[in-house]
């Protein structure tokens, strides 16, 4: 499981993979 980066990075990755 991926818990070394935070959920706001996470957050951040998802916001801008759906911008796309």
Do not use: A, L, R, T
């Not at 957050?11 to 796309?20: G, H, L, P, R, T």
Request: hydrophobic fraction near 45%.
């Amino acid at each position: 499981v991926i818990e070394s980066v935070p959920v706001n990075y996470f957050i951040k990755w998802i916001s801008n993979n759906v911008n796309s």
